[in-house]
C-alpha cells in the first residue's frame, strides 16, 4: 500500500435513473499510467470527474496518500496536486495563453498586485514541457490551434506540483507530432513519479503506453488487462462484452456514375491551394492529412461557410461557388464538423432540437407553425434507426454520452436524404463499439448511392472505408491512393512532407 497515491473503493454514481458507476474500485500507484477503456456511456469520464472533484460520488470512498480524500471543487483537487485535461479544451477563449494558464491560481503579492513577471517566467517553463513557445502567451487562446489550445492546457496540468494528472482523449485532437510530443512528456512524467490516469478509444497507443488497463462496461469494472498479454480484439471483447467485425469495407460500382462534386483549383492563400478532386454518387473520398494540414478549412468551403479565395466547386454540373450554407443545403450538401461540442450540437437543448434544427422550414406549414407530431416521428425513426440510447428526446444533448452526441449529429443530416455527405472526424473520440456502428452507416450510404467526403485523422479509419484517398500536407494534394493501392507507409511519408508530392488533380 506505500506506493498506492490513490485508492478509489467502491464508488457508485448515478444520473436520475441512470447508474453511471456501480461499485468501482481501482488503485493507482506512483509513477503508473494506469488506462481506463471502455464505450461510451461505460462511465469513464463520470469516474475522472469524481477524482478530479467536478462530480460527488453518491457512495463510496476516495483516498490519496493514504489518507480520506473529500473533494468539493476541482480547486481542491488541483491544490493537492490532482490535475484534469478533458476532451474538449475547457478554456477562456478571448483571455490571453498566459491568463489562462493561471485561471484560478494567480500569483500576487503581500499587497495582492498581480506578480506578471514570475508567471511569465513560469508559463515559459511550463510550455517548454509540451514544446510550445512563449512568444504565445501573449495571444488570446481563440487564436491557437485547437491541437495547441490541448498542449496549453497539458501544460496547466503539470507544471503545478502534479502528482496525479488525468488525461481524457488527450490525442483525439492531436496531430502526429504533438501525439508523439505527448507521450513523451507522460514517459518524462512517470520517470519523475507522476502518477496518471489516462482514457483514450485509441486502442493502439494503449497498449503502448500503459502500465495496466482497466476495463469499464455500463458502470462496472470488468477487467484488468497487462498489455503484453493483451491485443486490440481482445480489448475490445472486453469493452463490448462479445466480438464484432470491424472489417466492412464493401466494394461498389460508382465509376459510371456523373460527377456529383467538383472541386477545381481551390485556393485559400491561409489554408491550402491548387485543390482539384472529383466525387462520384456511391463513392468514399478519403481526405488524409496532419491537423492543420487544410482539410476542414476545404470542407468548410464546400459547405458554404469558409469561401475559398480561388477556385470554383460545382455540385451535378451546376457551379455553386460563392453558394452559402442554407443554400447548399438545398442541393443535399450536408457537413458533420470536426468539433460537435463548438461547431455541431447545442449545449443544454433538447435531443430533439438537435436533430430537426436543419430542416425545421420541411417540418413546418406555410405560416412558419412547426408539425410537432412529424418532428418527432422523424426524431423517434432515427433514433431507433441509429441505436441513440436516450431517456426522453427531450433530454438535454450533453445528458448523452460523447458516442451517442456523435450518433444524434450523424443521424441530424440523414432527416433528409443527402446527395453529397462531408464526414469531418465522424468517429473522433468515440468508443470501439459506436465506432463500428457509424463505419456500418457509410458504407450503408454509400451502397445507397450517396457521395461522401470522409476526413480523418485516424489513418486506419480511412484505409478500412475509404475507395480513394487524397493525402495533404501543409495544404496541397500531396498523393492519390486507390483503395487497391493502398500503402500505410507510404500514405503517412507523403502526410509527414517526406515523399515528392503528385501531380495536384485527382480525377477519380
Given at each position: 500500500m506505500a506506493n498506492i497515491i490513490l485508492e478509489v473503493k467502491s464508488v457508485s454514481k448515478s444520473f436520475g435513473g441512470v447508474h453511471a458507476l456501480s461499485q468501482v474500485s481501482l488503485e493507482l500507484g506512483k509513477g503508473q499510467i494506469l488506462s481506463v477503456v471502455g464505450e461510451n456511456g461505460a462511465g469513464k469520464s463520470t469516474l475522472m470527474k469524481i477524482v478530479a472533484g467536478a462530480l460527488s460520488a453518491d457512495s463510496g470512498e476516495l483516498f490519496f496518500e493514504g489518507a480520506p480524500l473529500k473533494l468539493h471543487s476541482p480547486l481542491d483537487a488541483s491544490r493537492i496536486g490532482i490535475s484534469i485535461v478533458y476532451q474538449e479544451p475547457n478554456i477562456f477563449s478571448d483571455m490571453s495563453v498566459l491568463e489562462n494558464l493561471f485561471?484560478?491560481?494567480?500569483?500576487?503579492?503581500?499587497?495582492?498586485?498581480?506578480?506578471?513577471?514570475?508567471?511569465?517566467?513560469?508559463?515559459?517553463?511550463?510550455?517548454?514541457?509540451?514544446?510550445?513557445?512563449?512568444?504565445?502567451?501573449?495571444?488570446?487562446?481563440?487564436?491557437?490551434s485547437i491541437g495547441n489550445q490541448q498542449l496549453v492546457l497539458i501544460a496547466r496540468g503539470i507544471f503545478r506540483n502534479c502528482k496525479v494528472l488525468i488525461l481524457d482523449e488527450p490525442t483525439s485532437i492531436l496531430s502526429y507530432a504533438e501525439s508523439e510530443r505527448l507521450f513523451e512528456i507522460i514517459r518524462s512524467l512517470k520517470d519523475q513519479g507522476v502518477?496518471?490516469?489516462?482514457?483514450?478509444?485509441?486502442?493502439?497507443?494503449?497498449?503502448?503506453?500503459?502500465?495496466?488497463?482497466?476495463?469499464?462496461?455500463?458502470?462496472?469494472?470488468?477487467?484488468?488487462?497487462?498489455?503484453?498479454?493483451?491485443?486490440?480484439?481482445?480489448?475490445?471483447?472486453?469493452?463490448?462484452?462479445?466480438?464484432?467485425?470491424?472489417?466492412?469495407?464493401?466494394?461498389?460500382?460508382?465509376?459510371?456514375?456523373?460527377?456529383?462534386?467538383?472541386?477545381?483549383?481551390?485556393?485559400?492563400?491561409?489554408?491550402?491551394?491548387?485543390?482539384?478532386?472529383?466525387?462520384?454518387?456511391?463513392?468514399?473520398?478519403?481526405?488524409?492529412?496532419?491537423?492543420?494540414?487544410?482539410?476542414?478549412?476545404?470542407?468548410?468551403?464546400?459547405?458554404?461557410?469558409?469561401?475559398?479565395?480561388?477556385?470554383?466547386?460545382?455540385?451535378?454540373g451546376s457551379e455553386v461557388s460563392g453558394e452559402g450554407i442554407n443554400q447548399m443545403i438545398d442541393r443535399g450538401v450536408f457537413y458533420l464538423p470536426e468539433d460537435r461540442?463548438?461547431?455541431?450540437?447545442?449545449?443544454?437543448?433538447?435531443?430533439?432540437?438537435?436533430?430537426?434544427?436543419?430542416?425545421?422550414?420541411?417540418?413546418?406549414?406555410?405560416?412558419?407553425?412547426?408539425?410537432?407530431?412529424?418532428?418527432?416521428?422523424?426524431?423517434?425513426?432515427?433514433?431507433?434507426?441509429?441505436?441513440?440510447?436516450?431517456?426522453?428526446?427531450?433530454?438535454?444533448?450533453?445528458?448523452?454520452?460523447?458516442?451517442?452526441q456523435q450518433k444524434v449529429l450523424f443521424c441530424r443530416w440523414l432527416v433528409e436524404n443527402p446527395a453529397i455527405l462531408i464526414l469531418d472526424e465522424p468517429t473522433r473520440g468515440i468508443d470501439v463499439k459506436t465506432k463500428s456502428e457509424i463505419h456500418q452507416y457509410i458504407m450503408e450510404l454509400a451502397a445507397r448511392g450517396v457521395a461522401i467526403l470522409l476526413i480523418s485523422s485516424d489513418l486506419p479509419e480511412v484505409m478500412g472505408l475509404a475507395d480513394d484517398i487524397l493525402v495533404m500536407h501543409k495544404g496541397k494534394i500531396q498523393k492519390h491512393f486507390s483503395h487497391d493501392a493502398i500503402n500505410e507507409e507510404g500514405i503517412l511519408k507523403n502526410a509527414l512532407g517526406l515523399q515528392e508530392e503528385s501531380p495536384a488533380l485527382a480525377r477519380v
Open positions: 485561471s484560478g491560481m494567480e500569483l500576487t503579492s503581500r499587497s495582492g498586485a498581480l506578480r506578471w513577471k514570475t508567471m511569465y517566467e513560469d508559463a515559459c517553463r511550463a510550455l517548454q514541457r509540451v514544446n510550445l513557445d512563449g512568444d504565445i502567451l501573449h495571444l488570446a487562446m481563440n487564436e491557437l502518477s496518471i490516469l489516462y482514457i483514450s478509444h485509441r486502442i493502439p497507443e494503449i497498449l503502448r503506453i500503459s502500465d495496466d488497463i482497466i476495463v469499464l462496461r455500463d458502470g462496472k469494472v470488468t477487467g484488468l488487462l497487462k498489455p503484453g498479454e493483451s491485443d486490440e480484439q481482445k480489448i475490445v471483447t472486453a469493452m463490448s462484452g462479445r466480438d464484432f467485425n470491424t472489417d466492412i469495407f464493401r466494394s461498389r460500382d460508382y465509376a459510371s456514375n456523373d460527377v456529383a462534386l467538383k472541386v477545381d483549383s481551390l485556393g485559400n492563400a491561409k489554408f491550402y491551394e491548387d485543390i482539384s478532386f472529383e466525387l462520384r454518387p456511391g463513392q468514399i473520398l478519403g481526405l488524409y492529412g496532419l491537423v492543420g494540414s487544410g482539410r476542414s478549412e476545404i470542407a468548410r468551403a464546400i459547405f458554404g461557410e469558409l469561401p475559398a479565395e480561388q477556385g470554383r466547386i460545382f455540385v451535378n461540442g463548438s461547431q455541431g450540437l447545442f449545449s443544454g437543448h433538447a435531443i430533439r432540437d438537435n436533430m430537426s434544427v436543419v430542416f425545421l422550414n420541411k417540418l413546418s406549414n406555410a405560416l412558419g407553425f412547426l408539425h410537432l407530431k412529424e418532428e418527432k416521428n422523424a426524431v423517434q425513426a432515427g433514433v431507433d434507426q441509429y441505436s441513440i440510447k436516450i431517456n426522453s428526446m427531450e433530454d438535454a444533448i450533453n445528458s448523452l454520452s460523447g458516442g451517442n
